[in-house]
């Protein structure tokens, strides 16, 4: 009996999953596999029409081969499938940053690169690909929620990918306007966010740290008076935008000397 091709793939996690087709009085298919540059050994026998190598190492190249067997012996071998394993990336929570959603994960050993998708109605759509461990979505809009994975690549090879994805709530930076000093206080405005629903406040003097002195809720309430301030005192801040626990980056920050 002569069996068809062999075919593979990255299998969900991090496993080659070697496929085959049925052949009529098989009692077993015994799997064979060689690393690149050497000779083929035995990794194992099945009753079913595929087998998970759960021992294929990150970043190696191996040729597959397999052969049915009845109480009459083996058949012949079916052709060969050539696959670089490579592991399936470990995506991170996505971030709000200035630029759009940042996509970050762990390197994978052996990629050369790696492809980033977003998933839509449709299914997942390819963004790009970059040969660093982060991707910045700037087509993403404030105020709405993404789910985005990433399959890592080398050559014509691709590692599986999560299929749940991971997803982030974004939400732009707001710009903060130059502040103006009044009797009442030092006055702060800046843009709507559209998604948020409301803005934090924060303020530091000198060399000093930031404190968070405000949380204004409200998507339209884009102003704050800091009352607080002292007059002849000099005071940088800088507002971000948050939605439940999401968090948009920090605005620019703006320097105001109280009069």
Do not use: C
């Amino acid at each position: 009996v002569v069996m068809e091709q062999v075919s593979t793939w990255i299998m969900e996690g991090n496993n080659v999953k070697v496929t085959w087709n049925k052949v009529s009085g098989a009692d077993y298919y015994y799997v064979y596999r060689k690393i690149s540059g050497g000779s083929y050994s035995y990794i194992g026998k099945t009753t079913k029409t595929y087998f998970i190598d759960e021992k294929a190492s990150a970043g190696k190249t191996y040729t597959y081969k397999v052969r049915a067997k009845n109480e009459a012996g083996y058949s012949s071998y079916s052709s060969t499938k050539t696959v670089k394993h490579l592991d399936q990336p470990t995506i991170k929570t996505p971030t709000n940053t200035t630029s759009g959603l940042k996509i970050s994960w762990g390197k994978v050993s052996g990629a050369s690169g790696y492809k980033v998708y977003r998933k839509t109605s449709d299914g997942w759509k390819y963004l790009g690909k970059t040969t660093k461990t982060y991707f910045t979505d700037d087509t993403a809009r404030s105020g709405k929620k993404y789910t985005y994975t990433v399959k890592a690549y080398s050559g014509d090879y691709n590692s599986s990918y999560n299929s749940s994805g991971v997803s982030k709530y974004y939400l732009a930076d707001p710009t903060l306007k130059t502040p103006s000093s009044t009797k009442n206080g030092v006055v702060l405005k800046w843009n709507k966010i559209s998604g948020a629903e409301g803005y934090m406040v924060y303020r530091k003097t000198g060399s000093g740290s930031y404190e968070r002195i405000a949380t204004v809720k409200g998507n339209s309430k884009v102003t704050y008076t800091d009352k607080k301030a002292k007059k002849g005192k000099k005071y940088i801040y800088k507002v971000k935008a948050y939605k439940s626990k999401t968090y948009s980056a920090y605005s620019d920050t703006k320097t105001i000397t109280d009069k």
